[in-house]
């Protein structure tokens, strides 16, 4: 199975996709009222937090082998797909590319982490379907914001009073990386960044805005809280 980003309608969506790992349903109910997505996409087992954190979603598409029975039933109206069980994307992914078809302008997504690190990391890695495409994509949690940056986007500025947490971190995806960081506690001019290297963890912002450009490469950004 291929999947295709096509014919993306012209339109500006915000788009808040619900999937089914981890998450804590007090922080998100707080979370969706501030985001105020226009369009919803419950993934697989996400649609239990879509229904516990009363929200309508826009679409619903999964295997359901994770799906409480009866719960698919109380939304026979959504748009619902379907896909096999057996199948070379994750439900995460699918709905990424989704998301993208449908016009999204920027994409958050909750439910991503979680106990199982194989599906986080895949999750965050799915992200850059979203980042060759121009669209901003934050995996998001209580304690965790979480996307991709690469070397097309230029500057990239964090301001200390937006940032999500006190840490920023920096992680390559690709082999090197040639970074720049400025407004933080370590700053780096041009630092080419080797997978494996721990250099960029735990950094600060010490001014009222950061500065992160990658001149090659791309890399995982985490802001976090302890």
Partial sequence: MILQISKIKEID?????VTGGSLDISWAKDFVRTINAEYIIAADSGLKYIDKLGLV???ILGDYDSVEDGLLDKYKSIDIKT?????DYTDTHIAIINALKAGASVI???GATGTRMDHT?????????????????????SHNKIYLINDKMGEVKVSKKGQYGDYVS?????EETIISLAGFKYVLDDYILHQGLSICQSNEI????????IKKGFVIVFETKD
Avoid: R
């Avoid at 896909?83 to 199948?87: F, H």
């Avoid at 920096?170 to 690709?174: A, K, T, Y």
């Avoid at 010490?206 to 450009?213: C, S, T």
């Fill in 170 to 174: 920096f992680v390559p995806l690709s």
């Fill in 13 to 17: 969506m915000k788009t808040l996709i």
């Fill in 83 to 87: 896909y096999p069980k057996e199948k």
């Fill in 206 to 213: 010490k001014e009222n805005e950061a500065v992160i450009n």
């Fill in 108 to 110: 958050y997504i909750l």
């Fill in 121 to 141: 990391f895949t999750n965050i890695c799915n992200m850059k379907a979203a980042l060759d495409s121009d669209v901003p994509c934050f995996i998001c949690d």
């Fill in 57 to 59: 979603p826009d679409m």
